[in-house]
């Protein structure tokens, strides 16, 4: 009898032992295939993030090193001289408008004694006196919203060897008070300049007929719409944007993103964009406040402002 209930005793602590490192082996068994599995699902967005938006990387990056370009908010692709991209700082100073290559090198520097309150952002149009595209020159900086009217300066694009002439003026007021923006853009389609608001929720679209335009006049701009970005915060404050020369493709950056619209041709720019854009893959920058179509528009340059800042091309998959 006693031998029997020995040999039970023995057999039951066997068995709970034997229970115990068996849950304990599922449970870490368990772990084990929960962190494969995170380990697994993290690889499948690196590659969904990284490979497969390959077409999407910086195709080439090179540093501007010039110390004039040192604080870089506005930029567009030149159509009279191939090759080459109008560039300018932030801030109140003269019009002082930088011509380089695409390898970041300054080739021609132009001035103006017209004076600017916050120059943010330039645009190329249409001919409109002329055969030559004209530059605008969009003084729209306003952070603290107290300016009545901004400035935008109107030229013919020039070559190395010009200067700065023929300048017109126009002083643009919003319909719903002042606002901040660094955003200007002008449609060859409608021809119609644009500009976006910066820092609201849901930024404002206005515009303006280029045609319409007469130097020294105010205009009020018209509200076309509103944009509705993903993004929260600073991250996502519209800093530049652009229109291809076909005017079919849209792009707006915020500190964070870069978003992309295909327009149709009878479409407006503010019907094109009440749809949800395409978030494209670009390079990461500290204070990208500067976009440009590529001539051919299937790609796009970024450039951050501050000293030793790149110039990113991007290309634009189909």
């Given at each position: 009898?006693?031998r029997?209930l020995l040999?039970r005793?023995?057999?039951?602590?066997?068995?709970q032992?034997?229970e115990?490192?068996s849950l304990n082996?599922?449970?870490k068994?368990?772990?084990i295939?929960?962190i494969v599995?995170l380990?697994i699902?993290f690889?499948i967005?690196?590659?969904k993030?990284?490979f497969l938006?390959a077409a999407f990387?910086a195709?080439?990056s090179?540093i501007?090193e010039?110390?004039?370009?040192?604080?870089?908010?506005?930029?567009v692709?030149?159509?009279?001289?191939p090759?080459k991209i109008w560039?300018?700082?932030?801030?109140?100073?003269?019009?002082?408008?930088?011509?380089?290559?695409k390898?970041?090198?300054l080739?021609a520097?132009?001035?103006?004694?017209?004076?600017?309150f916050d120059?943010?952002d330039?645009?190329?149009?249409?001919?409109?006196?002329?055969d030559?595209?004209?530059?605008?020159?969009?003084d729209?900086?306003?952070?603290?919203?107290?300016?009545?009217?901004?400035?935008?300066?109107?030229?013919?694009?020039?070559v190395?060897?010009?200067?700065i002439?023929e300048i017109?003026?126009?002083y643009?007021?919003y319909p719903?008070g002042?606002r901040?923006?660094e955003?200007?853009?002008v449609?060859?389609?409608s021809?119609?300049l644009y500009?976006i608001s910066k820092?609201?929720?849901?930024?404002?679209?206005?515009?303006?007929?280029?045609d319409d335009?007469?130097s020294?006049?105010?205009?009020?701009?018209?509200?076309?719409g509103t944009?509705?970005l993903?993004g929260a915060?600073?991250?996502?404050w519209?800093?530049?944007?652009d229109i291809?020369r076909d005017?079919?493709?849209?792009?707006v950056?915020t500190?964070?993103?870069?978003?992309y619209?295909?327009?149709?041709?009878e479409e407006?720019i503010?019907q094109?964009?009440?749809?949800?854009?395409k978030t494209l893959?670009?390079k990461?920058e500290?204070?990208?406040?500067?976009?440009g179509?590529?001539?051919n528009?299937?790609?796009?340059y970024t450039i951050?402002?501050g000293r030793?800042?790149s110039?990113n091309?991007n290309?634009i998959?189909d």
């Open positions: 009898m006693y029997w040999s005793l023995i057999i039951n602590r066997f068995w032992s034997w115990t490192k082996y599922v449970r068994l368990l772990r295939t929960a599995l380990i699902v690889l967005v690196v590659y993030q990284f938006k990387i195709r080439s090179v501007i010039n110390r004039k370009l040192r604080e870089i908010s506005g930029m692709l030149s159509e009279r001289n090759g560039v300018h700082n932030d801030g109140a100073r003269g019009i002082r408008l930088f011509l380089i290559d390898s970041g090198n080739k520097e132009f001035k103006s004694e017209k004076r600017v120059w943010e330039i645009a190329l149009g249409p001919p409109v006196k002329n030559l595209c004209a530059i605008y020159a969009g729209i900086g306003d952070n603290y919203q107290r300016r009545e009217a901004v400035l935008i300066y109107r030229f013919p694009e020039p190395p060897g010009d200067s002439k017109e003026e126009f643009l007021r719903d002042s901040d923006a955003a200007m853009m449609d060859p389609l021809r119609k500009i820092r609201e929720d849901n930024p404002g679209i206005y515009s303006y007929p280029i335009f007469v020294g006049d105010t205009v009020i701009l018209q509200k076309d944009l509705k993903d915060g600073i991250l996502k519209i800093t530049a944007a291809s005017g079919l493709q849209i792009l950056r500190y964070g993103k870069v978003f619209w295909k327009r149709k041709p407006t503010e094109a964009m009440a749809r949800k854009p893959f670009h990461g500290i204070q990208g406040e500067s976009i179509f590529s001539s528009g299937k790609g796009f951050s402002e030793n800042s110039l091309f290309t998959a």
